[in-house]
């Protein structure tokens, strides 16, 4: 039993180093996830491996393929347009429950997370600006204090996190989370619902520019201003 738990534990640790590659581009969506190979790399048995890849795969970041091998999951514009829809809905609700509900403690661990990202924008450092701006959207989650809502959410975490990851306005979005930060932090829920829509908009990273105008919630909401 207690081997099994190792195995599991190193399944986690080597789940995590692939899943941080796949995010951050240094494995780029087609490219081949061997299990011999990947062992050899990470310093490990194929056995945590092999269930690492299977934890990827759930996760929406791997396609399996037959016999020991994966690839990187190439993410389709109907996968990202689905991807945004579903976005959309959860994102919004999010935002204005952790307006109404953020604790002081909450708050802080955003300005945090926040000081990374502009820390990280003044320094040029777009990698981490990146994963600071994904954390934003995390935290805000944990903020909102619905357990389903954690549920779905982490569910579709690692898929969301690489949408989340692929801007390049790195110096605008966190102009943006400050705008959100601001209006949390005085319990706005008005104006986050405002300022997420447009944010929201401004982010649809690879989807068709032409959605905005079609769509029933942003539709006409061109002129917002977002960044405060």
Do not use: C
Not at 124 to 144: C, G, N, P, S
């Amino acid at each position: 039993m207690e081997e099994r738990t190792d195995f599991e534990s190193e399944a986690a640790r080597v789940a995590a180093a692939i899943r941080d590659q796949i995010l951050d581009g240094t494995r780029v969506p087609g490219s081949k996830l061997v299990e011999r190979d990947l062992a050899d790399e990470l310093g490990v048995s194929r056995v945590p491996v092999r269930d690492a890849l299977k934890t990827l795969v759930t996760e929406g970041l791997v396609t399996p393929r037959p016999r020991t091998w994966a690839v990187v999951r190439e993410f389709s514009p109907a996968d990202v347009a689905d991807l945004n829809e579903v976005r959309s809905a959860l994102e919004v609700l999010t935002f204005r429950l952790a307006a109404n509900r953020r604790t002081r403690d909450g708050l802080a661990r955003l300005r945090a997370v926040l000081d990374t990202e502009h820390e990280a924008v003044r320094r040029k450092d777009t990698a981490m600006a990146r994963r600071a701006a994904a954390d934003f959207h995390e935290q805000v989650t944990m903020l909102a204090g619905n357990e389903l809502l954690h549920e779905i959410g982490g569910f579709l975490k690692s898929r969301i996190r690489w949408l989340l990851l692929q801007h390049e306005d790195v110096d605008g979005v966190a102009d943006e989370h400050q705008a959100l930060y601001d209006a949390i932090a005085e319990r706005d829920v008005a104006r986050v619902s405002t300022l997420i829509l447009a944010h929201m908009g401004n982010i649809r990273y690879l989807d068709d520019p032409a959605w905005r105008d079609e769509d029933p919630l942003l539709g006409g909401m061109a002129g917002v201003e977002s960044a405060g």
